[in-house]
C-alpha cells in the first residue's frame, strides 16, 4: 500500500514527497497516489475545470500532473483518429517531455469529454462480428493505449487485458498492484520487452445526457476521498435472477463471496433483480435492465463500487423510450465512489465486464482502478466513472523522516532518512522521493536520501 508525507523546503518551493510501498499478508503492492497520476483536464470546458480543481485539492495532484486541453467537439462520440491525436499522443508526449514517464499508472479523465470512440474508420473495408465492433469506450480505449497508438485491430478481443486472469471457473486468484512500466504476457503474466503495456484510466465523471451534475460528481469524490484506509464494515452483495444479464456471472458468485468472508468483508448472495432497503452497501454486482435505484432504498456507503450487467449501463444519452436501462449515473449519484457500464451493446458476454473476483481484489487493498482492471478480461467497451484511487480497505503506514522537519528551510547537502511502522509483519519494500511530483529517488529501508538543494534549485 501507498502512503505519503509532505514536507516543504521554503528556501527554493520545492515540495518533497515520501511515498512507502508495504507487502502485507494477504495483500498487495498496491493503490497509487497523486504522483502517480496525470490528469486531463479540458480547459474549454468551466464543469471540467470545476471537478478538476476539486480533485488535485482532494487528491494533492502535483500541478507538474495536470495537462490542460482545449475542446469544444463533440462530448458524447469521437473518431479514433480525433481521440488519437487529441487526446491520446498529446497526453503521451507530454508524459515524457515532463520526465514522468517512469512514475505515471494512471491516465484520467475530468468530465467533458466524448464518452464513446468509433474506431471503425481506421478499418476501411474490414467487417467485425456484431459481438466486438471497434466502438470503444474513452476509458477502454485509453487503458488498451497500445492497441489503440499502433491501429491494431486486436483490441476488440474478449481477452486483450493480459493484467487479468480469468476466473471463468470461480477461481479467487491473488492480487497484484499495477504499474505502466510493466509487460503482461496471456494468463495474467509478468513478461518482457514483448509484453503489452497498459494505463489504468477512468473519468471522474460525465454530465452528457443522462449524467451526472457538477454538484454530484464533486459529492460523490468528497465521499470517496474520505473512505481510503477506513475498512469499511459494510457489504458486498451478489444480486441473481434468471435473466441472461445475470446468469453469465452466477458460477464465480461463490468463491468470491467466500474469498471475502476470509478477508473480513461480508458478502451475501440473494436471488432478485434488485437490491431493496439495504443500508450498509459497500459492493454490488448484479444484471437487469432498470435497478430503480431511487425507489430502493439502498444506502452506498463511501468507497462502494458497483456494477450492473446490461446494455446501456455506459450510454448517457437520453432514452428513446424511458425510463430505459438503469446509467451508472444513479449509483454516483447516491454516493457510490465509482461504477461502470458498457457504451454499445455488449451482447451479454461476460468477458466484457468485472468478475465478481473485483470486489476480492478491491477488499485485498487494490486501488478501486487496480480492482477494475484485474478483473475484466476485453474491457474496451467498459466506461469506468468515479474515483479510481479510491482505496478503502489499504494497509496505511506511518511514515517519517529523519534529517528535515516540516516546513523548515534547508541549504546545501542533506541526508533524509525514510522511517515507518506498520501493522503487518513484512513491512516496507521500498521508499520513493518525489520533489514537484517528480521521482528523483528510491531507497529501500534502511537506506538514505542524499538530496542536494542547490541542484534542485537550478533544476
Given at each position: 500500500m501507498e502512503f505519503q508525507t509532505v514536507w516543504r523546503s521554503t528556501a527554493y518551493g520545492a515540495v518533497l514527497c515520501l511515498l512507502s510501498s508495504v507487502l502485507a499478508p494477504n495483500r498487495s503492492y498496491a493503490g497509487g497516489g497523486p504522483e502517480n497520476v496525470f490528469l486531463m483536464v479540458n480547459e474549454s470546458s468551466p464543469d471540467s475545470l470545476t471537478v478538476a480543481n476539486h480533485y488535485i485539492e482532494l487528491r494533492k495532484i502535483p500541478p507538474s500532473n495536470v495537462f490542460y486541453i482545449r475542446y469544444r467537439g463533440n462530448m458524447a462520440i469521437a473518431k479514433g483518429s480525433?481521440?488519437?491525436?487529441?487526446?491520446?499522443?498529446?497526453?503521451?508526449?507530454?508524459?515524457?517531455?515532463?520526465?514522468?514517464?517512469?512514475?505515471?499508472?494512471?491516465?484520467?479523465?475530468?468530465?467533458?469529454?466524448?464518452?464513446?470512440?468509433?474506431f471503425s474508420s481506421d478499418f476501411p473495408g474490414k467487417t467485425f462480428p456484431s459481438q466486438v465492433r471497434p466502438m470503444a469506450s474513452l476509458t477502454g480505449a485509453t487503458y488498451l493505449w497500445a492497441f489503440a497508438k499502433g491501429k491494431r485491430k486486436e483490441m476488440f478481443s474478449l481477452n486483450t487485458n493480459f493484467y487479468c486472469r480469468s476466473s471463468s471457473a470461480g477461481t479467487v486468484v491473488s492480487s497484484r498492484g499495477f504499474h505502466s512500466q510493466y509487460r503482461w504476457a496471456p494468463g495474467g503474466k509478468r513478461a518482457g520487452a514483448k509484453g503489452l503495456p497498459y494505463l489504468l484510466s477512468a473519468a471522474l465523471g460525465v454530465t452528457y445526457g443522462r449524467g451526472n451534475t457538477v454538484e454530484e460528481i464533486v459529492h460523490y469524490l468528497q465521499k470517496s476521498s474520505k473512505a481510503d484506509g477506513t475498512a469499511p464494515s459494510g457489504t458486498v452483495y451478489f444480486v441473481k435472477n434468471n435473466s441472461a444479464r445475470s446468469t453469465p456471472?452466477?458460477?464465480?458468485?461463490?468463491?468470491?463471496?467466500?474469498?471475502?468472508?476470509?478477508?473480513?468483508?461480508?458478502?451475501?448472495?440473494?436471488?432478485?433483480?434488485?437490491?431493496?432497503?439495504?443500508?450498509?452497501?459497500?459492493?454490488?454486482?448484479?444484471?437487469?435492465?432498470?435497478?430503480?435505484?431511487?425507489?430502493?432504498?439502498?444506502?452506498?456507503?463511501?468507497?462502494?463500487?458497483?456494477?450492473?450487467?446490461?446494455?446501456?449501463?455506459?450510454?448517457?444519452?437520453?432514452?428513446?423510450?424511458?425510463?430505459?436501462?438503469?446509467?451508472?449515473?444513479?449509483?454516483?449519484?447516491?454516493?457510490?465512489?465509482?461504477?461502470?457500464?458498457?457504451?454499445?451493446?455488449?451482447?451479454?458476454?461476460?468477458?466484457?465486464?468485472?468478475?465478481?473476483?473485483?470486489?476480492?481484489?478491491?477488499?485485498?487493498?487494490?486501488?478501486?482502478?487496480?480492482?477494475?482492471?484485474?478483473?475484466?478480461?476485453?474491457?474496451?467497451?467498459?466506461?469506468?466513472?468515479?474515483?479510481?484511487?479510491?482505496?478503502?480497505?489499504?494497509?496505511?503506514?506511518?511514515?517519517?523522516?529523519?534529517?528535515?522537519?516540516?516546513?523548515?528551510?534547508?541549504?546545501?547537502?542533506?541526508?533524509?532518512?525514510?522511517?515507518?511502522?506498520?501493522?503487518?509483519?513484512?513491512?516496507?519494500?521500498?521508499?520513493?522521493?518525489?520533489?514537484?511530483?517528480?521521482?528523483?529517488?528510491?531507497?529501500?529501508?534502511?537506506?538514505?536520501?542524499?538530496?542536494?538543494?542547490?541542484?534542485?534549485?537550478?533544476?
Open positions: 480525433l481521440f488519437r491525436d487529441r487526446f491520446l499522443l498529446p497526453a503521451l508526449e507530454e508524459i515524457n517531455r515532463r520526465k514522468l514517464g517512469g512514475q505515471i499508472d494512471y491516465l484520467i479523465y475530468s468530465c467533458d469529454f466524448p464518452w464513446r470512440v468509433d456471472r452466477h458460477d464465480k458468485y461463490p468463491a468470491a463471496a467466500r474469498e471475502l468472508r476470509l478477508t473480513g468483508v461480508r458478502a451475501k448472495i440473494l436471488e432478485g433483480k434488485s437490491l431493496q432497503g439495504k443500508t450498509d452497501v459497500i459492493g454490488m454486482t448484479t444484471g437487469a435492465a432498470q435497478l430503480d435505484l431511487s425507489a430502493s432504498r439502498c444506502r452506498f456507503l463511501p468507497g462502494a463500487f458497483c456494477d450492473n450487467l446490461t446494455s446501456s449501463g455506459g450510454l448517457f444519452y437520453a432514452p428513446k423510450k424511458p425510463p430505459g436501462q438503469t446509467c451508472i449515473s444513479e449509483f454516483l449519484r447516491l454516493g457510490a465512489a465509482g461504477a461502470c457500464g458498457t457504451v454499445i451493446e455488449p451482447y451479454a458476454l461476460w468477458q466484457k465486464f468485472p468478475a465478481p473476483t473485483i470486489h476480492v481484489h478491491y477488499a485485498q487493498g487494490c486501488s478501486m482502478a487496480e480492482a477494475f482492471y484485474q478483473s475484466v478480461l476485453g474491457p474496451y467497451q467498459q466506461m469506468l466513472v468515479g474515483d479510481p484511487l479510491c482505496q478503502p480497505w489499504a494497509d496505511r503506514p506511518v511514515v517519517k523522516v529523519k534529517g528535515v522537519s516540516d516546513k523548515s528551510i534547508v541549504r546545501g547537502t542533506v541526508e533524509v532518512v525514510p522511517l515507518a511502522t506498520t501493522t503487518t509483519t513484512t513491512g516496507v519494500s521500498t521508499f520513493d522521493l518525489f520533489v514537484d511530483g517528480i521521482r528523483i529517488q528510491r531507497c529501500k529501508p534502511g537506506g538514505k536520501f542524499p538530496l542536494d538543494t542547490t541542484s534542485l534549485a537550478d533544476g
